[in-house]
């Protein structure tokens, strides 16, 4: 909960940074001078970058937890890796599980749960740019089986 929290919160500050920017952006085009109107244009470019990417990242974890929710409905989110008693996964464990997770997505490519899993066991083994793109790799076989339906 707190994560959603956090990415709300930011999405507010980020509202409010852009129309601050904005109309700071304004002012310095309005001036005419060269330098200012160059500074307004990257006042005015800059954030909404910023806002995309912002985008992307809330809507990466909404379909995530979608597709986590889904998996966990259909009962296959036990990975079998073993917890600390905080509840992380255990590194050594999920180590060692890892190569099931990575035979399993090689064997059904078209599977956007066995990524899912991939993904899960990369977090689990503290990899999170391949689990970022494991999950990203699951989002887009879910969809596209949605729309093939």
């Known amino acids: 909960m707190s994560a959603k929290v956090g990415a709300i919160v930011m ?3 980020l509202a409010l940074y852009l129309v601050l920017v904005g109309w700071r952006a304004v002012q310095f085009v309005g001036t005419g001078e060269p330098i200012a109107v160059a500074m307004g244009i990257a006042l005015i470019v800059l954030p909404i970058i ?3 990417a912002l985008w992307r990242e809330i809507m990466f974890g909404v379909r995530s937890q979608a597709l986590v929710r889904r998996l966990d409905a259909e009962g296959g989110l036990d990975l079998g890796i073993p917890v600390t008693p905080s509840g992380r996964p255990e590194r050594a464990a999920a180590d060692a599980a890892f190569g099931g997770f990575r035979d399993a997505a090689e064997a059904d490519p078209e599977s956007w749960r066995a ?3 991939l993904g899960l066991a ?3 083994a503290g990899d999170r740019r391949r689990a970022r793109a494991a999950v990203r ?3 887009t076989l879910e969809r596209g089986e949605r729309a093939a339906r």
């Open 11 to 13: 999405a507010v500050l």
């Open 50 to 52: 910023a806002a995309w």
């Open 115 to 117: 990524w899912l899993r």
């Open 122 to 124: 990369y977090d689990a």
């Open 137 to 139: 790799q699951a989002i």
